[in-house]
């Protein structure tokens, strides 16, 4: 199952790639501006995604699909496996960690603007913000340009790769590196922005017979 950091950390902008050739993108500064001018206006935002989680200690690999709504600010749905398997849900101050295996919920408060993590659920334009940026050269030349993302602060993952439509600057997949060099990838797909999401889905209610765990601060 995908850990509760990595589906914390999934809480970004999400598109389909452009279909039609794009021009370079030379600079930083330009992906920045293109990524600021794409989200600025975006409220909502739901998706299906593939991931491949990888856990290089154990050797193992997991293969699953899943869904993800997003509502600024702060407000996500993210939920893994078809039955469902896992769940991530915030209304902006309360986080849920749902495991159907175990029958149990942790119930964690949200807390201060939450780091790295927390802006970028706010809003992916505040990239340079907080990672060094640099860009990877795609070879042989395709519609997506590659960033590799570092945090400027110790946080919850090492690196964040994110792959852009390049005249659209939407994301259209990602590789998240974590402290325990787990690797996900991740592809997305069924793009809807702006959509309408009711508040219900960003608050989770215990089903009968599970346990909920309540964390404090």
Not at 146 to 157: D, E, I, M, Q
Not at 172 to 194: A, K, Y
């Amino acid at each position: 199952m995908l850990s509760a950091i990595s589906l914390v950390t999934l809480g970004i902008a999400i598109a389909v790639p452009a279909a039609n050739a794009a021009p370079e993108v030379d600079s930083v500064s330009e992906v920045v501006a293109g990524v600021k001018s794409t989200y600025q206006n975006v409220q909502s935002i739901k998706a299906d995604f593939t991931q491949t989680v990888t856990n290089s200690a154990m050797g193992a690999e997991m293969h699953q699909r899943g869904r993800i709504s997003l509502e600024r600010p702060r407000k996500m749905r993210i939920e893994v496996g078809s039955p469902l398997e896992s769940a991530v849900i915030s209304d902006g101050k309360t986080l849920w960690v749902y495991s159907v295996a175990s029958k149990s919920v942790t119930e964690t408060p949200e807390v201060g603007d939450g780091g790295e993590i927390g802006a970028l659920l706010e809003d992916l334009s505040k990239l340079d913000e907080i990672f060094d940026i640099k860009l990877i050269e795609d070879k042989p030349p395709k519609a997506t340009q590659t960033v590799s993302l570092a945090p400027h602060k110790p946080g919850t993952f090492k690196s964040l790769q994110l792959s852009l439509a390049r005249q659209k600057f939407t994301l259209t997949d990602l590789v998240l590196i974590d402290q325990f060099d787990t690797v996900t990838q991740m592809s997305f797909t069924n793009l809807r922005l702006n959509s309408d999401v009711p508040d219900t889905d960003f608050v989770f209610t215990a089903p009968a017979g599970v346990q909920v765990i309540k964390s404090g601060k």
